[in-house]
């Protein structure tokens, strides 16, 4: 059986894979907005979308914890508190400065700055999802360099999560250019740790790194991040 977004053949895979595409990147922008309610059939009334390709694409956002399915009544975009934020963020300091160590001496640098991306260069709203697929593919990197499955199924657990967040924090209302160059400077300091084979600096700047996203996504929900309801 063929993988969903690994380059299946199948018509109806395609489908759910652009209608996962679209519907996912709605939500991490936030046009979906956290706590907005929606039907099956709206959304693909609303998205031009097959009935089976939405069904797909919400059973795998749900799995996600992007939406939630609500009986009877649809779905729930999963909404965005400070308790949930906190929670996010108090594992990823758990797990991703000791992942940065392991993947110390193991990661390919050279491949990594490829993928690296500055998020100030990101000057439209296309350009600043790309960006986030790009810091998405940035941790996959390290997370993979560490050789422990269970480790990067984790990682990539709270990167499902964490992709709205980040769109949050670097580009929601009341985001600063700083903020932006901060989050590069965070990879910069993970890359010349790496450089140099450092383990414990990569664990330093790891979480750093955190800390600053963090500080960042909580700033943008105590400034009421525009519509966004606040929990």
Known sequence: ???????????AARQSDAAFGMIKAE??????????????????LRFGLARAAARAALTRLAEQGLVVPVARHGYTVAA?????????????????????ALATGRIDVPALRRINQPPQDAHTAAAQLGFVAANRAFHH??????????????????????????????????SQHGDRAAADDGHAALL??????????????????????RAIVLARVMDGMGDVPIR
């Open 1 to 11: 059986m063929a993988t969903p977004g690994t380059g299946n053949d199948d018509p």
């Open 27 to 44: 939500i991490v922008a936030c046009r979906l907005a956290p706590g907005s309610r929606f039907s099956e059939a709206g959304l693909s």
């Open 80 to 100: 965005v508190t400070v308790q949930s934020i906190r929670d996010l963020f108090q594992v990823r300091l758990i797990t991703e400065p000791k992942a940065a």
């Open 141 to 174: 990197a390290i997370a993979a360099a560490t050789g422990n499955a269970r480790l990067i199924a984790i990682l990539d657990a709270l990167a499902d999560e964490g992709e709205r967040l980040v769109h949050l924090g670097l580009f929601g209302p009341g």
């Open 192 to 213: 010349a740790a790496f450089a140099a084979g450092h383990a414990a600096a990569a664990e330093q700047a790891a979480t750093a790194h955190i800390e600053h996203a």
